[in-house]
């Protein structure tokens, strides 16, 4: 059964400084991973998505996560963090008996200024 | 530009009320999805649907039913709501072969 679990429930970082928002995976053939990002008061919007080509996978706004099969791991990072980018993410898998998305249980980021 | 509306941001009701949750998306998209969300547990799947009056059951439909009429409209209804249905609720739409989901922005509802 495909799952992902969200290392963090909350991190904190300084505007400018490196954003690291931490995700495994278990899955047990090759898995489609998403990131969303939920902003205050506002629905899910997709960050990116990784469906089995390159491994380092670009998304909006700056953001970036690379796929790793050895660590089962698919990490998002921004390396200067912005004020707008206070919001809560989601890492996602598709599985399921129907190949739904499962979504992790969210990391919410803070920016200090 | 997908959009894909909800008809209530914020909702109160009172327990054993009958409520119904309308979500339309303009893209005609086969697949809808109805998700709760909850602090601390991200989005949990409820029911979806693949086609007009088509219907499965997700992780946690128990309190739930759903409405297909039209290909734009997706309909979450709540026989009679009880507090734990207390939570914000989304959803989504995707078209049939692809992988992202397009959501909307969500009702918060309240049973009192």
């Known amino acids: 059964a495909q799952s992902v679990t969200q290392l963090d429930s909350h991190v904190s970082v300084s505007e400018g400084t490196p954003v690291l928002l931490r995700c495994n995976y278990s899955?047990?053939?090759?898995?489609?991973l998403f990131w969303y990002v939920q902003h205050p008061n506002k629905g899910l919007q997709l960050l990116l998505k990784y469906t089995s080509a390159a491994t380092l996978v670009k998304g909006i706004n700056g953001f970036e996560a690379e796929f790793k099969k050895s660590e089962t791991s698919f990490h998002l990072t921004k390396p200067s963090a912005h004020m707008s980018d206070a919001a809560e993410y989601f890492c996602v898998v598709r599985g399921g008996s129907q190949g739904n998305l499962i979504f992790g249980k969210g990391t919410k980021l803070s920016v200090k200024p | 530009d997908v959009k894909v509306t909800q008809s209530s941001r914020y909702l109160v009701k009172r327990t054993g009320e009958k409520v119904f949750l309308e979500c339309v998306q303009d893209m005609d998209h086969e697949n809808m999805f109805w998700y709760r969300q909850d602090p601390g547990l991200g989005l949990r799947l409820i029911y979806f649907s693949y086609d007009v009056k088509m219907k499965e059951k997700g992780d946690i439909p128990e309190g739930y039913s759903v409405s297909r009429e039209k290909k734009e409209r997706f309909s979450l209804i709540l026989e009679s709501a009880s507090t734990n249905q207390t939570s914000m609720y989304l959803c989504a739409s995707m078209e049939w072969g692809q992988e992202t989901q397009y959501f909307g922005p969500g009702t918060r509802l309240l049973v009192l």
């Open positions: 899955s047990s053939y090759s898995p489609s």
